[in-house]
């Protein structure tokens, strides 16, 4: 897997995807974190409390709201995932915790949701569920009005994400091509 702080999500989470021969749908975001060697740990948390993750003696820890949508619980995974793979030296000796996709303990920057390592983090979420081929496939031929909500909730159950992250992914692969 390619190394360095300027790799792409999007390549990063393709390069996961191949790594552990991923083809199927939904992307088994619980057994690739266990791949990686981390363990995923399902606890009630606050409602604004999305996941964590930190490093104890070796092994990453996941932890993830289990209050919350098991939709919202797999992007968690993906996020804390994300992290593992792009910023891991950035983990050890600290709990990096995820505030609704925030980092708490790093003031008013990662309170705005815009710290570099959040976005990436969040991309690396959405390519991981939801693969740039793997919708390419399931778009087509059909015709795509992304305000038919319909068509739209029914990719989302496909990939087993919500509704509104299938429209950011959309939204985001069609500006893309622009």
């Not at 792409?8 to 995807?17: H, T, Y």
């Not at 092994?59 to 209050?67: A, T």
């Not at 619980?73 to 915790?97: D, K, N």
């Not at 390592?117 to 015709?143: T, W």
């Amino acid at each position: 897997m390619p190394t360095g702080r300027n790799i792409d999500p999007e390549i990063r989470a393709q390069d996961v995807l191949e790594r552990f021969n991923i083809r199927t749908l939904p992307v088994p975001v619980e057994k690739i974190a266990r791949s990686l060697g981390a363990q995923v740990r399902f606890s009630p948390l606050d409602d604004e409390l999305s996941g964590m993750i930190y490093i104890k003696d070796e092994v990453p820890i996941i932890g993830v709201n289990s209050m919350h949508h098991p939709n919202r619980q797999r992007f968690t995974i993906a996020h804390e995932i994300g992290h593992l793979v792009m910023h891991r030296e950035r983990l050890a000796g600290t709990v990096h915790v995820d505030k609704q996709f925030t980092v708490l303990m790093r003031g008013a920057v990662a309170a705005s949701g815009k710290e570099r390592i959040e976005i990436e983090a969040n991309g690396f979420a959405a390519a991981l569920l939801v693969p740039r081929l793997f919708l390419d496939q399931a778009l087509a031929g059909r015709k795509f009005d992304i305000d038919d909500e319909g068509p739209l909730e029914e990719l989302a159950r496909k990939f087993r994400v919500s509704r509104q992250m299938m429209e950011y992914r959309i939204g985001n692969l069609s500006l893309s091509k622009i």
